[in-house]
């Protein structure tokens, strides 16, 4: 069985300053790994993906996320944060070939202070 | 391209009452998805269907079912509503070979009383 695990369920950094949401998977098989981002009363964005290719993903927005085997970690960065960057931020797994659906962490809520 | 739609926006059932959510499927995708997201909660995989079969479900009861239509929209129903289903119902489609690009619709909030 797959399981997530998102270490914060609050973070607060000033804006400019580096972003950084901690995420820890658990899996049998190497998987997929994501990073969703949700503003209030809306659905899930997709921030970027992990698929088996370079190890350092980036996405949108600036973020980026470097899969690390030997730590089971999928950790988001952004250098620079921005007021708008403040909402909540899912970290998600796949198993490969499964129709399991992902499964997610609890959320990260990220507060910018100006 | 249009996204992924759900309907409606917000619904308001009691207890006991029975509900269905309904979602169209970004342009050409065949996999469809629900998840539930309870309030300050991530999201939980409710089932998968794909080709009009469902093919694969997370640990739901059966009182939570779903269809899937030739155009690959899709119905979630809930018979016996219970206090603990009001959440955020979200709806995702993607490709069977693409199974890593998976899509999001804006959510049906559902509040039980």
């Known amino acids: 069985a797959q399981s997530v695990t998102q270490l914060g369920s609050h973070v607060s ?3 400019g300053a580096l972003v950084l949401l901690r995420c820890n ?6 998987p997929y790994l994501f990073w969703y981002v949700q503003y209030p009363n809306q659905g899930l964005q997709l921030l970027l993906k992990y698929t088996s ?5 980036k996405g949108i927005n600036g973020f980026e996320a470097e899969f690390k085997k030997s730590e089971t970690s999928f950790h988001l960065t952004k250098p620079s944060a921005h007021m708008s960057d403040a909402a909540e931020y899912f ?23 100006p | 391209e249009t996204g992924v739609t759900q309907s409606p926006t917000h619904l ?7 509900v269905t959510l309904r979602c169209s499927s970004q342009s050409g995708h065949n996999t469809v998805s629900w998840y539930q997201q309870a309030l300050g909660q991530g999201p939980q995989f409710i ?15 059966p009182r939570f ?11 979630l129903n809930v018979n016996a509503l219970e206090l603990d289903d009001s959440a955020l119902y979200l709806c995702a489609s993607s490709l069977a070979a693409q199974e890593y690009e998976q899509y999001f619709g ?3 909030r559902l509040t039980v009383t």
């Open chain 1, 13 to 15: 950094v000033s804006e």
């Open chain 2, 12 to 18: 308001i059932k009691t207890r006991g009452q029975q």
């Open chain 2, 65 to 75: 079912s779903g269809l899937q239509f030739p155009n690959y929209s899709s119905e």
């Open chain 2, 106 to 108: 804006p959510g049906t």
């Open chain 1, 25 to 30: 998977y658990s899996s049998s098989v190497p």
């Open chain 1, 91 to 113: 970290c998600a797994v796949k198993e490969r070939g499964g129709a399991d659906g992902l499964t997610f962490g609890k959320g990260t809520h990220l507060i910018i202070q």
């Open chain 2, 47 to 61: 089932f998968q269907y794909y080709r009009e079969e469902e093919n694969g479900r997370g640990n739901f009861p």
């Open chain 1, 53 to 57: 290719a370079a190890t350092l993903v």
